[in-house]
């Protein structure tokens, strides 16, 4: 059966934005995380030997969506964590887009589902206007390495990855924004442009702005450009609450407008 459209999109546009990340780190940056790409089944896979976040960053996305999951696509997948001497790899699949012998296939390599993400879409039509005491706007190349540099602390970000988000700014797919309090930079996020869709993704705020409407200023400001660039949906996502939870990020999303499209579990492969 065919994947649902929004499903498929939201799928592409993360593997887009994923591939199109990694594709900015520079070559000593690579050497020093140990950082390798490659592609399987259709999916894109990052691995990332020296990866300080216990294999956060070793991922393959977008399985499932131009070719079927099979026990050999997960097999090749593994194989790649491991000659990328990986310290784990997490696998993301759309529910819908799991094969019926899903729980064999997990049995048989070992893989454990470890949390996961919800993904969410709208149209741009859908996003409801935000105001805020704070400024939002498009960040100029020259604020680059303090706009890098508050998502690298925020995030708690490996090494290097600083130097990654700010080469961001040489892609014109990529539109970075930031909320200012006066002079000061206080939150930021990342739009990323991908035909009729865009990603909304990156979103970090400094722990003494919280609770001041950025992130909801900067996910409406970022859907009305977006919509000027000819994008028709936005799509992002955010951690999935643990039953009887809540998740701030998510409930504020929900409220701008966003659909909840599916909740992805995270499968996690151990060497």
């Known amino acids: 059966m065919p994947?649902?459209?929004?499903t498929r999109m939201a799928e592409l546009t993360e593997l887009a934005v994923t591939a199109r990340l990694a594709g900015l780190l520079t070559e000593p940056s690579k050497a020093a995380l140990g950082a390798a790409v490659a592609e399987v089944g259709g999916g894109f896979i990052l691995t990332m030997r020296n990866d300080p976040h216990d294999g956060n960053w070793n991922m393959a996305c977008g399985l499932g969506i131009t070719e079927p999951v099979t026990e050999q696509v997960v097999a090749e997948v593994i194989d790649v964590f491991r000659e990328g001497q990986s310290p784990s790899g997490r696998i993301k699949i759309a529910p819908e887009a799991l094969p019926a012998d899903w729980a064999e296939i997990c049995a048989a390599h070992g893989l454990t589902h470890e949390g996961g993400m919800a993904k969410l879409v709208a149209s741009v039509d859908e996003i409801k206007p935000v105001t805020?005491?704070?400024?939002v706007g498009p960040v100029d190349e020259r604020d680059a390495e303090e706009?890098?540099?508050?998502?690298?602390?925020?995030?708690?970000?490996?090494?290097?990855?600083?130097?990654?988000?700010?080469?961001?700014?040489?892609?014109?797919?990529?539109?970075p924004f930031a909320a200012w309090d006066g002079d000061k930079m206080v939150a930021g996020a990342n739009?990323?442009?991908?035909?009729?869709?865009?990603?909304l993704n990156s979103g970090?705020?400094?722990?003494?702005?919280?609770?001041?409407?950025?992130q909801s200023a900067l996910l409406a400001e970022r859907t009305r450009v977006a919509a000027e660039a000819g994008c028709r949906w936005v799509v992002s996502e955010t951690g999935t609450p643990d039953e009887g939870e809540s998740n701030p990020s998510l409930n504020n999303m929900l409220r701008l407008?966003?659909?909840?499209?599916?909740?992805r579990p995270t499968w996690v492969w151990r060497p």
């Open 3 to 6: 994947l649902n459209h929004r």
């Open 132 to 135: 805020t005491d704070l400024r």
């Open 147 to 175: 706009w890098a540099a508050l998502l690298f602390t925020t995030f708690g970000l490996p090494d290097h990855f600083d130097e990654l988000y700010a080469a961001t700014f040489t892609d014109p797919d990529f539109r």
């Open 191 to 199: 739009l990323f442009l991908y035909g009729e869709s865009a990603s």
């Open 204 to 214: 970090a705020t400094l722990e003494s702005h919280r609770n001041r409407g950025a």
């Open 257 to 263: 407008g966003f659909t909840r499209l599916y909740d």
